[in-house]
């Protein structure tokens, strides 16, 4: 079991609608030792990919990705939520389907910072039905550039989003995959990896 599972084990909290809340060391309160164990991983399975940036969404991506990229030594670029209907041409757009708050959001990402010459690592905190790494992806297909891997710190794998994404292609590397977990017990158990 690796560090991150032991601490979902630990401090995780399973909730009614398949919501595994983690706020206490990702996704509020962030655990920065915790998030560069998660970086050294990345750089591990991604060795000898061509990657000069990160991608994430805000805003619980936002905290992982920027200590994981210290590892790459890349820069971070983060999506933004906006519900602004009139976007201007400089920004890439894509619609994404938030999970936790079941809501649709227009993600934007400037034209400035995404072009053709990138080899982009996208980094989530999440994956479930995968609705927001289909964003990211749609986003650095329209710039132009290359998705050379996903990162996720917890994949839910009773949820569709991880089969999705690997069935088009992408190496998609989850450090946590949880195979189930019931709210009533709290009981959370992990695939073996
Ligand atoms: P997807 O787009 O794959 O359905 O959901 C991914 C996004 O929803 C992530 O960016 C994350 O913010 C949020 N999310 C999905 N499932 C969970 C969950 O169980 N716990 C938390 N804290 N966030 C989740």
Redesign the pocket.
């Known amino acids: 079991m690796n560090c991150l599972e032991e601490r979902i084990l630990k401090d995780g909290i399973v909730?009614e609608g398949?919501?595994?809340?983690?706020?206490s060391f990702?996704?509020h309160q962030m655990d920065i030792n915790l998030f560069n164990e998660m970086g050294k991983e990345f750089a591990k399975r991604f060795e000898g990919k061509n990657i000069n940036k990160i991608l994430t969404?805000e805003a619980?991506?936002i905290g992982i990705a920027c200590v994981v990229a210290q590892h790459f030594n890349v820069p971070v670029v983060f999506a933004k939520k906006s519900k602004s209907i009139n976007i201007d041409g400089d920004m890439y757009v894509a619609e994404?389907?938030?999970?936790?708050h079941k809501n649709t959001n227009q993600v934007i990402v400037s034209k400035k910072f995404l072009s053709e010459d990138d080899h982009v690592l996208i980094i989530?905190?999440?994956?479930?039905?995968?609705?927001?790494?289909?964003g990211l992806i749609s986003i650095v297909q329209s710039a132009g550039g290359t998705v050379e891997g996903i990162g996720i710190a917890?994949e839910?794998g009773f949820?569709p989003?991880g089969q999705i994404i690997r069935n088009l292609g992408y190496q998609l590397e989850s450090l946590a995959i949880v195979e189930s977990m019931d709210a009533s017990t709290g009981k959370v158990e992990f695939r073996a990896q």
Not at 18 to 23: E, F, I, M, S
Not at 96 to 100: A, L, P, W
């Open positions: 909730k398949n919501v595994l809340k983690v706020d990702l996704n969404i619980s991506g994404v389907v938030s999970y936790t989530d905190d999440f994956l479930a039905n995968g609705c927001a790494l289909q917890i839910k949820q989003g």
